[in-house]
């Protein structure tokens, strides 16, 4: 069926299946769905060759932020010669605001 021969009703009705489909794509992700949930997607899913697509670059998408969260806290630290260099930094500067009150 091609858009054009769609009623407005009728495109309305699969915009709106579409934003449901798109939210519960995501609620899946991130939270899991109910069991009804995931028949009314996977029926949408079924016929609906946009949300697929949705729903692959979604799953993409979300398994790289993880990947970014899952980073190590010792990957994050900074190197000593920054820490010393950074404090002689403060200390200087706390010196010039005591010298000037």
């Known amino acids: 069926m091609v858009m ?6 009728e495109k309305t009705d699969m915009l709106d299946n579409c934003r449901k489909a798109t939210f519960l794509i995501e609620k899946q992700q991130a939270e899991g ?42 990957d994050l630290k900074l ?6 260099q950074l404090q002689k930094l403060i200390n200087t500067k706390h010196n010039e605001s005591s010298t000037k009150d």
Do not use: G, P, W
């Open 33 to 74: 769905i109910t069991e009804k949930e995931k028949s009314e997607l996977d029926y949408h899913l079924d016929i609906c060759e946009m949300c697929r697509v949705f729903a692959k670059q979604s799953a993409v998408i979300n398994q790289y932020i993880k990947k970014l969260s899952d980073v190590e806290k010792s």
């Open 4 to 9: 054009n021969e769609l009623s407005d009703k």
């Open 79 to 84: 190197d000593d010669s920054f820490k010393e």
